[in-house]
């Protein structure tokens, strides 16, 4: 057990639909960060917050968005849904220096 | 093209070691890493070293980096059941805190 919390595990919606996923890091990481896992692209960094702050931003869509709340959960918001997100979501936390990022069990979403 | 590369396959018969190797192409890698997920599981870190390093032995896992070639090798000794996963190479850049990660190589180990 990594520490780091997310729900749901599973997820299955309708195209065009919104969705939340939510993660809480390990106790005292200030950082959170989101990937995205599918069988084409492989596991791609979406983006990163930094104690309520966003840090860095990869390979994240227009439709998707994200942030950190004073308590340190994060939360990543997807829209406008299609097909093609179906995928694993990951959340990670790390410390400071960010040697090390742990990742929370996934969000399976299904998009139909 | 990918900048972190790592062979799909391993099979691996139990109680031997298995190698599980990596390339990447960016100098300024600071730190590489290595995850394993197994079916339905997230991503659990193995182990990671700083590229000023050689070598890091952490139980029945060595590490190996070799900066000139930007090659990084998983060793696992003695090889069981239980190391049946799919491990991923990931490295992060100086100034960066990302990882990018390679496609990883599905272990399957063999009675």
């Known amino acids: 057990d990594s520490g780091v919390t997310q729900t749901p595990k599973h997820l299955i919606t309708a195209t065009g639909q919104r969705v939340t996923l939510r993660c809480s890091p390990r106790?005292?990481?200030?950082?959170v960060y989101w990937y995205q896992q599918s069988l084409d692209q492989g596991l791609q960094f979406l983006i990163q917050?930094?104690?309520?702050?966003?840090?860095a931003k990869g390979n994240i869509l227009e439709r998707f968005s994200a942030q950190q709340f004073p308590d340190l959960h994060s939360e990543l918001n997807l829209s406008s849904l299609e097909l093609g997100d179906s995928a694993l979501y990951f959340c990670?936390?790390?410390?400071?220096?960010?040697?090390?990022?742990?990742f929370g069990p996934g969000t399976r979403l299904t998009v139909t | 093209g990918e900048d972190v590369e790592q062979s799909l396959f391993l099979s691996v018969r139990e109680g031997d070691s298995s190698v599980i190797n990596c390339t990447y192409t960016?100098?300024?890698?600071?730190?590489l890493y290595w995850y394993k997920q197994e079916p339905g599981a997230g991503l659990q870190l193995l182990t990671y070293i700083f590229s000023n390093m050689d070598m890091k032995q952490d139980q029945r896992l060595t590490v190996l980096l070799n900066k000139k070639d930007k090659h990084l090798s998983l060793r696992i000794a003695d090889t069981q059941t239980g190391d049946s996963a799919i491990y991923f190479c990931a490295e992060r850049r100086s100034n960066d805190y990302k990882l990018s990660f390679g496609a990883g190589t599905t272990v399957t180990v063999r009675a």
């Open positions: 106790s005292g990481d200030l950082s």
């Open positions: 990670a936390s790390s410390g400071a220096g960010a040697y090390e990022q742990y």
């Open positions: 960016d100098s300024s890698s600071t730190y």
């Open positions: 917050y930094y104690n309520g702050e966003e840090r």
